[in-house]
Nanobody, 118 residues
Framework: QVQLAESGGGSVQTGGSRRLFCGVS????????MGWYRQVPGRQRELVAT???????DVQDFAKGRFTISRNVAKNMLYLQMSSLKPEDTGVYYC????????????WGQGTQVTVSS
C-alpha cells in the first residue's frame, strides 16, 4: 500500500506562483508513474502533469510553460511548481500514483486547495 499526502495549497493572486508538495510513504518500490490532477469548479477532474518512473515528464497543454513537475527521490517527494497562475487554475489539486507496471491511477491523496484571485 502507498500513501500520498499533498500540501502547499493556499491563496495566490493572478500571475503569482505556488509550489505543491506530495509526500509518498508505504511500499514506495511499487510506485510507477506519478502525477498531479486537479478538480476545478464545474469540470471533471483533469490531468495536469505526470512523471514516469524513469523521470520523464509530461505536462498538459494548458499548463505547459507555466507548471513544472519534479521529484526528489531521496526525500520521497513529488512537486508541482506553478507560475503565472490564472483564476481558472483555482481548484483542488490531487497527487496520484500508479502501481508499477499497471497504468491505473490507484493511489490518491486527499487534495489541496489552490485559489487564484484576480
Amino acid at each position: 500500500q502507498v500513501q500520498l499526502a499533498e500540501s502547499g495549497g493556499g491563496s495566490v493572486q493572478t500571475g503569482g506562483s505556488r509550489r505543491l508538495f506530495c509526500g509518498v510513504s508505504g511500499n514506495i518500490d511499487s510506485v510507477g508513474r506519478m502525477g498531479w490532477y486537479r478538480q476545478v469548479p464545474g469540470r471533471q477532474r483533469e490531468l495536469v502533469a505526470t512523471l514516469s518512473r524513469e523521470g520523464i515528464d509530461d505536462v498538459q497543454d494548458f499548463a505547459k510553460g507555466r507548471f513544472t513537475i519534479s521529484r526528489n527521490v531521496a526525500k520521497n517527494m513529488l512537486y508541482l511548481q506553478m507560475s503565472s497562475l490564472k483564476p481558472e487554475d483555482t481548484g483542488v489539486y490531487y497527487c496520484a500514483a500508479q502501481r508499477w507496471p499497471s497504468e491505473i491511477w490507484i493511489y490518491w491523496g486527499q487534495g489541496t486547495q489552490v485559489t487564484v484571485s484576480s
